[in-house]
């Protein structure tokens, strides 16, 4: 199997690359790129008029309208198609001036809960911001420009290449200045609230359930036990037979009740990854997969604890998927370190279909990865297979949580190979 490997393209490099933008100096001479920056300056002046009509009516009104109920969202959705004139602007300066500026990253906002917090997301929008700043500034400069070329086509023709080559280099530095993403850190920060938002969520949703199942299944036992026991003990002295019989039963309902703690603690942290780690965890996981399943794991180290409990919840809700839906024959889990991330990779020779909006809960495993900065790609064609590959920052262990699990790990570990032998 090849791990998948992450390549940065064009538009994953840095903006304002020197050697990238680099172009030739101006000369008496008209040629491709002095005719490119001419045009560049005579379109100036309708593009900046749109930009900035843009600008007032829609981002002026949504501001005087934020004492009602639709100017929030209309001063949101005014930043939202800011962003969009930037992108237009972002290409017409890639054209005709050779600036190459990476594309600001997206807002994350499949992953903001209610239609509020997306508002929220969009006003705290700095990329949206800048771009309104720069269409607001460009229509006294594109007036400016546009006055000045077209009078040097006619009168100062000989030295218009040089006119052109220093006014484009402003509208060069308006681009890199307040078009590129130059501001990624307001970004991360944005996306790493709407990230804690997802853990809160997710960990009171784990709260509720947990709660849930004690109290209808193990809390239930047992005051059904007490009842019984209770019935027991009146019934000691005149009637033995009866009361040994509820006895009985009560100790049944002991067993079922232990079983049921016991798939209450493994849903929580299962022993046997704290004392094993991941690659014994994660056949345990799978001897209880319906379908055989081949788990090969690579691992020089065991990662940081967090990290390791959600390779293997992760790992966990994907058998339970291919057991439920997958109708496959086989199923197979790799897991390996590559550089500073951790990779899964479950495939199944299943009917396929799998997607992120379906009802398998892949959508909350792709939000509970990336909240820690982690990736989730679902790849599953009608008819199968379905490869899902799952992507976590390593964090290596601490010394005192490896020395802490050491003398357990030990244990467990001779354990095993005593187990082995016998076999």
Avoid at 7 to 13: L, M, Q, R, Y
Avoid at 55 to 77: D, K, M, N, Q, R
Avoid at 119 to 129: A, N, R, T
Wanted: proline share 6%; with cysteine.
């Amino acid at each position: 199997m090849t791990a998948p490997t992450s390549s940065a393209g064009p538009a994953a490099s840095g903006a304002g690359d020197p050697d990238r933008d680099r172009l030739p100096p101006a000369r008496f001479a008209f040629d491709l790129p002095t005719w490119k920056e001419i045009t560049h300056l005579l379109v100036n002046l309708p593009v900046s008029l749109v930009g900035f009509v843009y600008v007032v009516s829609v981002l002026a009104t949504g501001t005087a309208l934020t004492v009602t109920v639709v100017g929030l969202p209309l001063l949101a959705a005014g930043l939202m198609g800011a962003r969009v004139l930037g992108r237009l602007e972002r290409k017409r300066a890639r054209a005709l001036l050779g600036v190459r500026v990476d594309e600001p990253s997206p807002l994350p906002l499949a992953r903001t809960q209610g239609w509020l917090g997306r508002c929220w997301l969009m006003l705290k929008d700095p990329v949206g911001w800048r771009t309104a700043l720069y269409e607001f500034i460009r229509l006294p400069w594109g007036v400016l420009t546009f006055g000045v070329t077209l009078t040097s086509l006619f009168v100062l023709w000989p030295v218009l290449p040089f006119i052109a080559r220093g006014l484009t280099n402003v509208d060069r530095a308006l681009v890199r200045g307040l078009l590129s993403p130059s501001d990624e850190l307001e970004r991360r920060i944005a996306e790493l609230e709407s990230d804690r938002g997802v853990v809160v969520d997710t960990a009171a949703a784990d709260l509720r359930r947990i709660e849930r199942d004690l109290h209808d299944g193990a809390q239930a036992r047992l005051v059904n036990l007490a009842m019984g026991l209770g019935l027991a003990k009146e019934k000691l002295l005149e009637d033995p037979d009866a009361a040994a019989e509820m006895v009985a039963e009560a100790h049944g309902e002991v067993k079922l009740a232990l079983q049921e703690l016991r798939d209450l603690a493994r849903g929580i942290h299962p022993a046997v990854l704290t004392d094993r780690g991941l690659d014994a965890a994660l056949s345990s996981v799978a001897s209880r997969c319906t379908v055989p399943v081949k788990v090969t794991a690579d691992l020089p180290s065991r990662p940081a604890e967090a990290i390791e409990g959600i390779a293997y919840f992760t790992v966990s809700e994907l058998l339970q998927n291919v057991s439920k839906h997958s109708r496959a024959r086989s199923a197979s889990v790799d897991v390996w370190r590559s550089g500073d991330r951790l990779l899964i990779q479950v495939r199944d020779d299943g009917r396929g279909g799998a997607s992120l909006d379906g009802g398998t809960g892949m959508r909350g495993l792709a939000e509970r990865l990336s909240a820690v900065d982690g990736l989730f790609v679902v790849d599953s064609p009608q008819g199968g297979p379905t490869t899902v590959t799952a992507e976590l920052p390593w964090r290596d262990r601490t010394a005192g949580s490896a020395a802490g699990t050491a003398p357990r790990a030990g244990r467990a570990e001779r354990s095993r190979r005593s187990g082995s032998s016998k076999r």
